[in-house]
């Protein structure tokens, strides 16, 4: 049996107070439901055949329904889908509502010397990685991997937009965005070959259909996000509920907590950030998947209603029911799923006109689309008596085959909708999940929301599903450390006024050796030895398009903790080819200075990267490189152990998916550029970001002169096997 089976605790259950399904299965969200104690086969004439003793509940009708009314005062135009969304949607701005339109063992020791190193060419600095030659691109594994928000589904019938007021779950809002395969805006990044100076152009798809990745290279898979997205949830479901809780203790009153920790993890967290609406299976789960809440089934696409036990979508300017919220309990004498009855709302009037989500189950039927069909299991309680655990199950997918009005009372009749369970799907045994389960103990993980507190423009969470270890102090910093002693001057600058052109008049086109390295998009053209970007002393306005990477972070990217190689970095976002990402920041040390610190980890040798190999000629057309090394020139390196940012983090790859570009623009000095990382190609949400550490394989030693090994893992299939 597929399930989803992960040791993260249990977010909030609903009963959190979520208010979603289950409650509409108790309590006063009952109210107003018709509750058939058996299944019935609709033959037409009116007889129930005895199918199945599950029955369905109407879902939410809480609100619409007052006083005695046995079936509710569901009248018409009450309970409409554009009702049903109602208040929660609202509250937080989940799609629909208006808001959202829709270490290792070190390298040299103390005391030992550089090896290798020729006056001006730094062939090896063995404590660190640098910029520049030796890396193999890997190509872009976009969405072509399935993996990703953006992977065309593969098992998935179609998406459909809701936008119209007719679907929507609140009047006026559009219930879903929909991202549908957009195969344009190319984008393309030259990068060098791995010798030589010939330039390869790496031509890119944003939304990649074109470029197949080979099974076995694709990172991640479909599944793996879900799964990965799933357990986070949890883990900052639960830590921002409970400071939520918290403020709400002390306040007495406002924002219900559960609806804001949502909100939070829905603005800023939420990997799986899609809020397509699917028919059919979604893409990652599977059958007899299970979920604790009513909110995790909308977290990965299964029902991405909270109030309504029916989720629709708009086709053809038509509401369609896609999936389904079953309360009926399995008894042993009849655990058959084949067939299962749903029951609308009642219809107070003479021409049994049915509206909203009932219309959009007949238009279900009419159309032959397929509706999941997720079953609330309520476990029996430890002692076989107390209340148990609800959890959701995936049951798969059913077509309506009968539809009939039932007749309760004089002018009021009922919709009734026989399912049936569509052939050659897995088993799934929901008697078996409703015997006695204790939910998994809570796995409490690790989150933070912003490990820069507040010194980046957008936050960067910090998270651990593996375990509950935090990562080591250091201080979190934005802007490289200069000594005193190499404090930098301002650099000269351009006089452009309204930012710069490609002209000779330009004195920062000129320093590039005549051409501006970005496009007018924020991407970096061509990976080149050095960049100057307009800086203080120039005239442009900050919105010059040659001001890219001192502008910080642009992405939502993530510390997380990885199975093999510690931290490493990665994106909540998509990422196109030639973005920006971060700079890798931290104490700037002199050359010796650094090859006495005892931990090496997080050394970066800088500025003397200009001419090697993959650089010959291309150096030549940058002025300020034109007279080749200077000799006896001092060497400098960042390291990032005790002070830096995020970059620190970022794993190696032997294919990665970001370079190391040496810009300058605050200062003039070319042996302390800054080290900018840029995208390599497009990077799918979720994806690992990596850049080659370019050590030299048995180049790296001890204290002693010993060479030292470190193995790599990288995990790409044209690994090296060794880091160094
Ligand atoms: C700059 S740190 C990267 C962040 C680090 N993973 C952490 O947890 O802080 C560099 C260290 O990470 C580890 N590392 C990075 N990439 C690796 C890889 N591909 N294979 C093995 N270890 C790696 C090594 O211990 C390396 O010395």
């Not at 406002?254 to 800023?268: I, V």
């Amino acid at each position: 049996m597929p399930g989803l089976a992960l040791s993260a605790a249990a977010a909030a259950s609903d009963d959190d107070g979520f208010g979603g399904p289950t409650s509409a299965g108790s309590g006063t969200a009952l109210r107003g439901a018709l509750r058939m104690e058996s299944g019935g086969d609709l033959d037409g004439r009116g007889q129930h055949k005895a199918v199945a003793r599950w029955r369905f509940q109407r879902g939410f009708v809480a609100g619409q329904l007052e006083g005695g009314d046995r079936f509710g005062a569901r009248r018409r135009g009450s309970g409409t889908p554009e009702s049903n969304g109602g208040g929660i949607a609202e509250g937080i701005g989940i799609p629909g509502s208006e808001s959202d339109g829709g270490g290792g063992d070190g390298g040299l020791e103390r005391g030992s010397s550089v090896t290798g190193c020729r006056k001006g060419q730094k062939v090896v600095v063995p404590w660190r990685f640098q910029v520049g030659f030796k890396r193999s691109w890997s190509h872009g594994s976009g969405l072509g991997d399935g993996s990703g928000s953006h992977a065309p589904p593969e098992i998935t019938e179609s998406k459909f937009r809701v936008s119209g007021k007719q679907c929507a779950s609140a009047a006026g809002r559009n219930d879903s965005r929909e991202k549908v395969s957009v195969t344009s805006d190319h984008s393309s990044v030259k990068v060098g070959k791995q010798t030589g100076s010939v330039s390869k152009k790496m031509k890119v798809n944003r939304y990649c259909h074109c470029q197949v990745i080979p099974k076995n290279k694709r990172v991640s898979t479909t599944r793996e996000n879900i799964l990965v997205s799933l357990q986070e949830f949890r883990i900052i479901y639960r830590k921002l509920l409970q400071e939520e809780q918290a403020k709400w203790r002390e306040r007495g009153k406002g924002l219900r907590p559960d609806l804001a920790a949502f909100k939070m993890f829905r603005e800023r967290l939420c990997v799986v950030d899609d809020d397509r609406r699917y028919v059919g299976n979604v893409p990652g789960v599977q059958i007899g998947d299970t979920f604790n809440s009513s909110l995790e089934t909308f977290v990965v696409g299964l029902h991405r209603q909270q109030l309504n036990c029916v989720d629709y979508i708009k086709k053809d300017g038509t509401c369609v029911a896609v999936s389904i919220v079953s309360y009926a309990q399995a008894s042993a004498s009849n655990n058959n799923l084949e067939t299962l009855l749903h029951v609308g709302s009642i219809v107070i009037t003479g021409d049994q006109k049915i509206e909203g989500t009932d219309l959009a189950m007949k238009h279900s039927m009419d159309t032959n689309t397929p509706i999941r069909v997720i079953h609330v299991v309520t476990c029996e309680g430890e002692n076989g008596q107390q209340k148990g655990i609800t959890n959701y199950v995936y049951g798969g997918l059913y077509f309506i085959e009968k539809f009939r009005m039932e007749k309760v009372k004089e002018h009021q009749h009922i919709p009734t909708y026989q399912l049936r369970r569509m052939a050659e799907q897995a088993h799934v045994d929901i008697l078996e999940f409703g015997k006695t389960r204790k939910r998994q103990e809570p796995f409490d993980g690790v989150f933070m929301r912003d490990i820069s507190e507040g010194l980046e423009k957008i936050p960067v969470s910090t998270i651990n599903s593996v375990s509950n270890e935090y990562p080591m102090p250091f201080r979190y910093i934005s802007n490289i450390e200069y000594p005193t002693k190499h404090q930098q001057g301002l650099p000269s600058g351009c006089d452009c006024v309204n930012g710069c052109s490609y002209s000779q008049n330009c004195a920062c086109v000129v320093k590039n050796g005549g051409e501006i390295p970005f496009s007018h998009k924020g991407t970096i053209i061509d990976e080149k030895p050095l960049i100057y970007e307009c800086g203080p002393s120039c005239g442009c306005p900050p919105t010059c398009h040659n001001r890219v990477s001192q502008h910080g972070i642009k992405f939502r990217l993530q510390v997380f903790k990885t199975k093999s190689t510690g931290w490493g970095v990665r994106s909540l976002d998509f990422i196109p080819s030639g973005s920006f990402l971060c700079e890798y920041i931290g104490e700037l040390l002199e050359e010796e200075e650094a090859q006495e610190r005892k931990n090496d980890e997080y050394l970066f040798g800088i500025g003397n990267d200009y001419y090697n190999d993959r650089w010959q000629g291309i150096s030549k057309t940058i002025p300020s490189l034109r007279n080749g090394p200077v000799e006896d020139e001092d060497g400098f390196a960042i390291d990032a152990l005790n002070w830096g940012n995020l970059a620190r983090f970022i794993n190696h790859s032997c294919t990665p998916n970001l370079f190391a570009q040496n810009v300058l623009y605050d200062h003039d000095n070319i042996s302390m550029p800054h080290i900018m990382l840029f995208a390599g190609e497009d990077i799918p949400p979720l994806q690992e970001l990596s850049y080659d550490y370019n050590y030299g394989i048995d180049e790296v030693y001890d204290s002693d002169g010993n060479i030292k090994k470190k193995k790599c893992f990288c995990g790409s299939i044209e690994c090296t096997g060794w880091l160094y």
